[in-house]
């Protein structure tokens, strides 16, 4: 199967992204990948449910919803009433995480779990059951447009051959952060089945291009 490719809006306009949104679509995406913030959990702070509601109606493709918010399962219904298909939370950021995983399947959105690149991924015999992507940040999170971290490369394979052990091969396994040509074919050797990108994309020549530039 061939890589997803799932842009971040975090690099679009955001005195346009109902645009944005749409010209994403038009442009090859698979999924449009959307960035909150809460300016606590990571110094950053974007946009909440009514922005992903707002938007929603611009794309028919998968919204794949990357909170980087303190105690997220405080806010799951409001993602998944805004339009959310897929929603994945912080291992760092909810106490009882298998809980807050249930929970989001439970509302009715397909389920993520995401590491910083300092957090071990050794839980993931313990929830593997509950989800259905794992998210492999490659950068620390709040920021587009940092550098990728290449000890992260270790951390994708890790997880690949985990979730092997276990029979969940098909879990997804996205990349955040620092994602272009060249670390998308390094993290895509190493077992990485979705690509997030913002400034790539946003900063080739044109969508079309940003986005097809990364199924190597
Ligand atoms: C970082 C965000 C990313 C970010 C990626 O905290 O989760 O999705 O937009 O941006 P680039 O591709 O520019 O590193
Ligand atoms: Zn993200």
């Given at each position: 199967m061939s890589v997803l490719i799932a842009p971040s809006i975090l690099s679009g306009d955001f005195a346009n992204l109902g645009q944005t949104v749409e010209d994403l679509q038009a442009s090859g995406a698979d999924w449009i990948h959307v960035d909150v913030m809460d300016g606590c959990f990571v110094p950053n702070l974007t946009i909440g449910p009514q922005v992903v509601a707002a938007l929603?109606?611009?794309?028919k493709i998968p919204f794949d919803v990357h909170l980087m918010i303190a105690q997220p399962e405080r806010s799951i219904d409001h993602y998944v009433r805004a339009g959310a298909d897929r929603i994945t939370v912080h291992a760092e950021a909810t106490v009882h995480l298998q809980r807050t995983l249930t929970a989001i399947r439970e509302a009715g959105a397909k389920v993520g779990v995401a590491f910083n690149p300092?957090?071990?991924?050794?839980?993931l015999p313990y929830i593997a059951d509950v989800i259905d992507l794992v998210l492999v940040m490659t950068v620390n999170p709040g920021f587009g447009g940092q550098s990728f971290i290449p000890a992260t490369l270790h951390k994708i394979k890790s997880v690949h051959e985990k979730l092997r052990e276990l029979g969940r091969e098909s879990v997804e396994i996205e990349v955040d952060g620092g994602v272009n040509e060249q670390t998308a074919r390094l993290c895509t050797e190493a077992g990485a089945t979705v690509l997030v990108a913002g400034s790539h994309v946003f900063s080739a020549p044109s969508l079309a291009h940003g986005i097809t530039s990364l199924r190597v």
């Open positions: 929603r109606p611009y794309a300092s957090t071990s991924v050794e839980i």
